[in-house]
């Protein structure tokens, strides 16, 4: 076999070279990281889960109109997707006060906002990944007006879509980021949704129990990882239920 070009390493993914035109391999890595990355293990079987719990949201996204990169998915670690133009932009989408918003403004975790509130983050991991403003969006051209309102609508979108997934089975949408690119067809550019859709990039708490079933298990020590994002998978019918677990996480030094 000819050995495939890398073309991006993150935290989570490796991408690499399509078979085809203007396509990419997205492989999803065991890794798990915090804290800009400061914590660090390898929990055995993540890549799995999140990569076909991504290729079912994608799915359904798709069926619902909302355009995103997913093309297929190729094996239980890998999937093809549509080669983008990423825009340096994280657009995380809050329901319930959590994470760094509770704390930035003195909130309970858990204080229900009184509508969806939008907010965008610099992809610079060197800065920590900073909030910006539209206007230093558009200072800086990171991306335009228009960008911006199809962002938001995109963002909305997809907020609407997983949330009354979630809450179908049990779980609450507290929050999520998503990445968004850049597609060219002719003259004429329209914005995807790209990157991942996974436990990785929402927080999600258990209806009953308020249980955390996000990488905040992770961040915080509240358990096993692997047990929770199979939690999830199970409840939206991408593993049975009776199917077996991940084994537990494998500490990196």
Same mark, same amino acid.
């Given at each position: 076999?000819?050995?495939?070009?890398?073309?991006?390493?993150?935290?989570?993914?490796?991408?690499?070279?399509?078979? %085809?035109?203007?396509?990419?391999?997205?492989?999803?890595?065991?890794?798990?990281?915090?804290?800009?990355? %400061?914590?660090?293990?390898?929990?055995?079987?993540?890549?799995?889960?999140?990569?076909?719990?991504?290729?079912?949201?994608?799915?359904?996204?798709?069926?619902?109109?909302?355009?995103?990169?997913?093309?297929?998915?190729?094996?239980?670690?890998?999937?093809?997707?549509?080669?983008?133009?990423?825009?340096?932009?994280? &657009?995380?989408?809050?329901?319930?006060?959590?994470?760094?918003?509770?704390?930035?403004?003195?909130?309970?975790?858990?204080? %229900?906002?009184?509508?969806?509130?939008?907010?965008?983050?610099?992809?610079?991991?060197?800065? /920590?990944?900073?909030?910006?403003?539209?206007?230093?969006?558009?200072?800086?051209?990171?991306?335009?007006?228009?960008?911006?309102?199809?962002?938001?609508?995109?963002?909305?979108?997809?907020?609407?879509?997983?949330?009354?997934?979630?809450?179908?089975? /049990?779980?609450?949408?507290?929050?999520?980021?998503?990445?968004?690119? =850049?597609?060219?067809?002719?003259?004429?550019?329209?914005?995807?949704?790209?990157?991942?859709?996974?436990?990785?990039?929402?927080?999600?708490?258990?209806?009953?129990?308020?249980?955390?079933?996000?990488?905040?298990?992770? =961040?915080?020590?509240? /358990?096993?990882?692997?047990?929770?994002?199979?939690? &999830?998978?199970?409840?939206?019918?991408?593993?049975? =239920?009776?199917?077996?677990?991940?084994?537990?996480?494998?500490?990196?030094?």
């Amino acid at each position: 076999m000819a050995r495939r070009r890398m073309i991006y390493e993150g935290k989570a993914k490796i991408l690499y070279e399509g078979p %085809e035109p203007d396509t990419l391999i997205q492989y999803f890595k065991d890794d798990a990281t915090a804290f800009n990355a %400061e914590k660090h293990a390898v929990i055995e079987g993540k890549g799995v889960l999140n990569n076909r719990m991504s290729e079912f949201f994608m799915t359904g996204l798709s069926q619902i109109g909302v355009p995103n990169h997913f093309i297929r998915r190729l094996n239980m670690r890998e999937q093809l997707v549509r080669m983008v133009e990423i825009i340096p932009l994280e &657009v995380v989408v809050r329901n319930v006060a959590a994470g760094s918003m509770a704390k930035r403004l003195g909130m309970n975790e858990g204080t %229900e906002l009184p509508r969806p509130i939008i907010e965008f983050y610099l992809k610079d991991d060197a800065l /920590g990944d900073p909030m910006v403003t539209e206007e230093h969006i558009i200072a800086f051209n990171w991306a335009s007006q228009q960008d911006i309102d199809d962002m938001i609508a995109l963002a909305l979108r997809v907020n609407d879509y997983m949330s009354g997934l979630m809450y179908g089975v /049990g779980i609450k949408l507290v929050d999520f980021k998503i990445e968004v690119g =850049r597609v060219f067809e002719g003259d004429f550019q329209r914005l995807i949704v790209a990157d991942e859709i996974s436990p990785d990039s929402c927080r999600l708490w258990d209806i009953q129990s308020g249980r955390k079933l996000d990488k905040d298990v992770f =961040r915080h020590e509240l /358990g096993d990882l692997s047990e929770a994002y199979t939690e &999830v998978a199970r409840r939206l019918g991408v593993l049975p =239920r009776n199917g077996a677990t991940t084994k537990g996480p494998k500490l990196v030094q």
